[in-house]
C-alpha cells in the first residue's frame, strides 16, 4: 500500500498544468511536498528555492501559501524546525504582505528556544498590519473605542472618590437646617434633584455627571481642575468617537461593500460595470486581469473615461499591452505609470521587458537615462510580473460612503448626528448647570468641612485653628496639656484602628484599579494618568486580540508585546503607589 500511495503521490506532481494558472509554481510545491514524504531534505530545498508565485493571482496565491504553510507545520510536529522554518520563509517570498506567517516563524523560534520576540520581525508584522485595510481598519476602529470608554471609566471612578469623599458633608448641609433639625422637606427636595433623570433617560450612566455637580462647591482647586481636564477630553473622545462610527456607517453602506467587492475580484457583468466611476472600472479591470482574462479587462479599461489617468490604469494597459504583443503601446502606458509612481517594481519590471523585447537598444540606452533602475532589471527579467492590487481606493471611500468624490458638508453633518446621539454633550451641560446654580439657590451647600484627624463633620466657621480640626482634637493633639493625654492615646489608638481597616479596604481596591490609594495622598491627577494608560493598553490588548482571532485566526505578535507592557505598568503603578507617606488617613 505505501508504494501505491507514493506512485499516486508521484503522478499529482505531473498533472496538467491547466489545473492551475502558473503550473511551475504548483509543480514545484507538489515535487517538494512529493519529496518531503520521502524525507529528502535536500530535493525538497531545491524545489523550495524554484518557487515563484510572480505570476498567481490573488486566490491562487492565497491557496499556494496556505498549501506551502501548511507544509512547514507538518515539519515543525516532526520538530525539523530548520526545514519549517524554510517553508515559512518561502510563504513570505511568495506573499509579502500576509503577516500571519510571521507568527509562525516565532513559533519556531520559541520551539528553539531562541527569544518568542524579535523586534525587527514585530515591526515588519506591524507595517503589514497598517498597510492592510482591513487590520489597519480593525486597529483604529478599536483604539478609539477603547480610549473613549476608558476616560469614561476614569470619569465615573473620580465622581465615586468626590462621592465617599463630599456626600455626607453635602446631607448633612442640605438635610438639616441651620439649627441641626431634620427637615422633611429638603429631604425630598434632595430625592427629586437626584432621581428625576430617571425619568427622562433610560440609564444611571448621568448620575457620576450629577454627583460632581451636586458636590462642585464642597471641591477644592485642583479637584475642579482635575474636572475641567476630564470633562476637555471627554468632549475630545466623543468627538473621535463620532468620527469612528460615521466612518463604521460608510464601511457599512452599500455602495462601499459594492467597492469592497470589485476590489477583493468579484467580476460584474458590462451592464453593472457600466455604472462604476472612473476609479472603480480600473479596480474592475485589474479584477479581470487578475483572473487571467486580459480581453476583458481591456474592454472594461477602454470604457474608463480618457480624461480620467492614474498610475494603476495606465500600468494596467502597458501590462495588457505587452501580453498581447503591441510593444509600442505598452512601453508608452509603462512609461507614463512610471512617471507618476517610479518606486512600482512591477511596472518597472514590464517597463524594463517591454523595452527589451522591442529590441532597439538605443531606446532602451535612452529610458535608462531617465530611469535608472531598468538596468539591474535588465538581467532579471524574463517573463512579465504581476501587477500588484491597490487598496487605496478602499481607504479614499471609507469616509464618503463609497461615493467617489468627497463631500464636507455631508461628512460633517453625519458628524454632528453622531455627536449629538452621544449624551455626553448633555451631561456635561446639566453637570455645568448643577455646579453653577446649586450654591446660588442653596447657599448653605459647601457650609460644613470634615475634621482632618477625626473625621468629624462641621461648620466651616467652627473651624477656627490653623490646621482643619475640631475642638476635641485640637485640645487633644495641639495643646500640651497633660491631663488630656490619656484620653489623646485612646483617641489616636481609634484613629489609627479605623485607618487601617480603610488601608485594608484601598489596598484591595487597587489589586484591581491600580493606584486607587494615590487619591488618598493628595495624588489624583498621577492616579488617572497611570491607571488610564493601563486600563487602556490592556483593553486594548484583549479586545484587539479577540477580534482578530474572530477575523483573521491570528493574532498579532505586537498585541503579546502590548500585554506584557500592561503587566509591566501594573506592577509599576502598584510600586508608585506603596511609596511615600499617607496623607489624610
Given at each position: 500500500?505505501?508504494?501505491i500511495?507514493?506512485?499516486?503521490?508521484?503522478c499529482?506532481?505531473w498533472?496538467?498544468a491547466?489545473l492551475?494558472p502558473?503550473p511551475?509554481?504548483?509543480?514545484?510545491?507538489?515535487?517538494?511536498?512529493?519529496?518531503a514524504?520521502?524525507?529528502?531534505d535536500?530535493?525538497?530545498?531545491?524545489?523550495?528555492?524554484?518557487?515563484?508565485?510572480?505570476?498567481?493571482?490573488?486566490?491562487?496565491?492565497l491557496?499556494?501559501?496556505?498549501?506551502l504553510?501548511?507544509?512547514?507545520?507538518?515539519?515543525?510536529?516532526?520538530?525539523?524546525?530548520q526545514?519549517?522554518?524554510?517553508?515559512?520563509?518561502?510563504?513570505q517570498?511568495?506573499?509579502?504582505?500576509r503577516w500571519?506567517?510571521?507568527?509562525?516563524?516565532?513559533?519556531?523560534?520559541?520551539?528553539?528556544?531562541?527569544?518568542?520576540?524579535?523586534?525587527s520581525?514585530?515591526?515588519?508584522?506591524f507595517?503589514?498590519?497598517?498597510?492592510?485595510?482591513?487590520?489597519?481598519?480593525?486597529?483604529?476602529?478599536?483604539?478609539?473605542k477603547?480610549?473613549f470608554?476608558?476616560?469614561?471609566?476614569?470619569?465615573?471612578v473620580?465622581?465615586?472618590?468626590?462621592?465617599?469623599?463630599?456626600?455626607k458633608l453635602?446631607m448633612?448641609?442640605?438635610?438639616?437646617?441651620?439649627?441641626?433639625q431634620?427637615?422633611?422637606q429638603?429631604?425630598i427636595?434632595?430625592?427629586l434633584?437626584?432621581?428625576?433623570?430617571l425619568?427622562?433617560?433610560g440609564?444611571?450612566?448621568?448620575?457620576?455627571?450629577?454627583i460632581?455637580?451636586f458636590?462642585?462647591?464642597?471641591?477644592?482647586?485642583?479637584e475642579?481642575?482635575?474636572v475641567?481636564?476630564l470633562a476637555?477630553?471627554?468632549?475630545?473622545?466623543a468627538?473621535?468617537?463620532s468620527?469612528?462610527?460615521v466612518m463604521?456607517?460608510?464601511v457599512?453602506?452599500d455602495?462601499?461593500r459594492?467597492?469592497?467587492e470589485v476590489?477583493?475580484?468579484?467580476l460584474?457583468?458590462e451592464?453593472?460595470?457600466?455604472?462604476?466611476?472612473?476609479?472603480l472600472?480600473?479596480?474592475?479591470a485589474y479584477?479581470?486581469?487578475?483572473q487571467?482574462?486580459?480581453?476583458?479587462?481591456?474592454?472594461?479599461l477602454q470604457a474608463?473615461?480618457?480624461?480620467?489617468?492614474?498610475?494603476?490604469k495606465l500600468?494596467l494597459?502597458?501590462s495588457?499591452?505587452?501580453?498581447?504583443?503591441d510593444?509600442?503601446q505598452?512601453?508608452?502606458n509603462?512609461?507614463e505609470?512610471?512617471?507618476?509612481?517610479?518606486k512600482?517594481?512591477?511596472t518597472?519590471?514590464?517597463f524594463t521587458?517591454a523595452?527589451?523585447?522591442?529590441?532597439?537598444?538605443n531606446?532602451?540606452?535612452?529610458y535608462a537615462?531617465r530611469?535608472?533602475a531598468?538596468?539591474?532589471?535588465?538581467?532579471?527579467?524574463?517573463q512579465?510580473m504581476k501587477?500588484?492590487a491597490d487598496?487605496r481606493?478602499?481607504w479614499?471611500?471609507?469616509?464618503t460612503f463609497?461615493?467617489?468624490?468627497?463631500?464636507?458638508?455631508r461628512?460633517?453633518?453625519a458628524?454632528?448626528?453622531q455627536?449629538?446621539?452621544?449624551p455626553?454633550w448633555?451631561?456635561l451641560?446639566?453637570?455645568?448647570?448643577?455646579a453653577?446654580?446649586f450654591s446660588?439657590?442653596f447657599?448653605?451647600?459647601?457650609?460644613?468641612?470634615?475634621?482632618?484627624?477625626c473625621?468629624k463633620i462641621?461648620?466651616?466657621?467652627?473651624a477656627?485653628?490653623?490646621p482643619?480640626?475640631c475642638?476635641?482634637?485640637?485640645?487633644?493633639?495641639?495643646?500640651?496639656d497633660?491631663?488630656f493625654?490619656?484620653a489623646?492615646?485612646?483617641?489616636e489608638?481609634?484613629?489609627?484602628?479605623r485607618n487601617r481597616?480603610q488601608?485594608?479596604?484601598?489596598?484591595?481596591?487597587?489589586?484591581?484599579?491600580?493606584?486607587?490609594v494615590?487619591?488618598?495622598?493628595?495624588?489624583?491627577?498621577?492616579f488617572?494618568?497611570?491607571?488610564?494608560?493601563f486600563?487602556?493598553?490592556?483593553?486594548?490588548?484583549?479586545?484587539?486580540?479577540?477580534?482578530?482571532?474572530?477575523?483573521?485566526?491570528?493574532m498579532?505578535l505586537?498585541?503579546f508585546?502590548?500585554?506584557?507592557?500592561?503587566?509591566?505598568?501594573y506592577?509599576?503603578?502598584q510600586?508608585?503607589?506603596?511609596?511615600?507617606?499617607?496623607?489624610g488617613?
Amino acid at each position: 500500500m505505501k508504494i501505491i500511495r507514493l506512485a499516486l503521490l508521484a503522478c499529482l506532481i505531473w498533472l496538467p498544468a491547466s489545473l492551475h494558472p502558473g503550473p511551475d509554481a504548483w509543480g514545484n510545491l507538489k515535487k517538494a511536498c512529493f519529496y518531503a514524504q520521502q524525507n529528502n531534505d535536500r530535493l525538497v530545498l531545491k524545489y523550495l528555492g524554484r518557487l515563484n508565485g510572480d505570476s498567481l493571482s490573488r486566490q491562487d496565491r492565497l491557496a499556494f501559501v496556505q498549501e506551502l504553510e501548511r507544509l512547514g507545520r507538518r515539519y515543525e510536529s516532526r520538530r525539523q524546525f530548520q526545514m519549517a522554518e524554510a517553508c515559512f520563509r518561502e510563504s513570505q517570498k511568495v506573499s509579502p504582505s500576509r503577516w500571519e506567517v510571521y507568527n509562525a516563524l516565532a513559533k519556531v523560534r520559541r520551539a528553539r528556544g531562541e527569544s518568542f520576540f524579535e523586534p525587527s520581525a514585530l515591526w515588519d508584522q506591524f507595517r503589514l498590519l497598517l498597510a492592510d485595510f482591513r487590520s489597519r481598519l480593525l486597529l483604529t476602529h478599536v483604539a478609539v473605542k477603547v480610549v473613549f470608554f476608558t476616560l469614561l471609566i476614569l470619569f465615573f471612578v473620580f465622581a465615586l472618590l468626590v462621592f465617599f469623599r463630599y456626600f455626607k458633608l453635602a446631607m448633612y448641609d442640605f438635610i438639616l437646617t441651620g439649627d441641626q433639625q431634620f427637615s422633611v422637606q429638603k429631604v425630598i427636595r434632595k430625592v427629586l434633584l437626584l432621581l428625576w433623570p430617571l425619568i427622562f433617560f433610560g440609564g444611571w450612566a448621568i448620575y457620576p455627571f450629577l454627583i460632581i455637580g451636586f458636590l462642585w462647591s464642597y471641591m477644592g482647586y485642583a479637584e475642579r481642575r482635575i474636572v475641567r481636564w476630564l470633562a476637555s477630553v471627554l468632549v475630545v473622545g466623543a468627538l473621535a468617537y463620532s468620527f469612528n462610527l460615521v466612518m463604521e456607517k460608510s464601511v457599512s453602506s452599500d455602495e462601499f461593500r459594492r467597492v469592497q467587492e470589485v476590489v477583493a475580484g468579484r467580476l460584474f457583468s458590462e451592464s453593472d460595470y457600466r455604472q462604476f466611476d472612473a476609479p472603480l472600472l480600473v479596480a474592475q479591470a485589474y479584477a479581470y486581469y487578475d483572473q487571467g482574462k486580459p480581453e476583458q479587462a481591456l474592454d472594461v479599461l477602454q470604457a474608463v473615461e480618457s480624461d480620467y489617468q492614474s498610475a494603476l490604469k495606465l500600468s494596467l494597459l502597458g501590462s495588457l499591452y505587452l501580453e498581447a504583443g503591441d510593444l509600442t503601446q505598452s512601453i508608452h502606458n509603462l512609461r507614463e505609470s512610471l512617471i507618476m509612481n517610479e518606486k512600482d517594481k512591477a511596472t518597472m519590471s514590464n517597463f524594463t521587458l517591454a523595452l527589451l523585447r522591442h529590441g532597439d537598444m538605443n531606446v532602451f540606452e535612452k529610458y535608462a537615462v531617465r530611469f535608472p533602475a531598468i538596468a539591474d532589471y535588465r538581467q532579471r527579467v524574463s517573463q512579465p510580473m504581476k501587477i500588484k492590487a491597490d487598496e487605496r481606493i478602499l481607504w479614499q471611500r471609507a469616509f464618503t460612503f463609497g461615493q467617489e468624490k468627497f463631500s464636507f458638508p455631508r461628512f460633517l453633518r453625519a458628524l454632528a448626528v453622531q455627536f449629538l446621539c452621544i449624551p455626553i454633550w448633555l451631561c456635561l451641560a446639566i453637570m455645568t448647570v448643577y455646579a453653577l446654580l446649586f450654591s446660588r439657590i442653596f447657599p448653605f451647600m459647601g457650609g460644613s468641612i470634615s475634621c482632618g484627624k477625626c473625621g468629624k463633620i462641621m461648620r466651616k466657621n467652627q473651624a477656627t485653628h490653623g490646621p482643619v480640626l475640631c475642638d476635641e482634637c485640637y485640645q487633644l493633639f495641639l495643646i500640651k496639656d497633660p491631663i488630656f493625654f490619656d484620653a489623646k492615646i485612646i483617641k489616636e489608638n481609634d484613629i489609627k484602628r479605623r485607618n487601617r481597616l480603610q488601608l485594608v479596604c484601598l489596598f484591595l481596591i487597587s489589586l484591581v484599579l491600580p493606584g486607587f490609594v494615590l487619591n488618598f495622598k493628595g495624588k489624583t491627577h498621577v492616579f488617572l494618568l497611570l491607571s488610564g494608560l493601563f486600563i487602556a493598553l490592556f483593553t486594548f490588548t484583549v479586545v484587539a486580540a479577540s477580534a482578530f482571532h474572530s477575523l483573521f485566526y491570528a493574532m498579532p505578535l505586537f498585541l503579546f508585546g502590548c500585554g506584557v507592557l500592561a503587566f509591566a505598568l501594573y506592577f509599576v503603578v502598584q510600586a508608585v503607589t506603596l511609596l511615600g507617606e499617607s496623607h489624610g488617613l
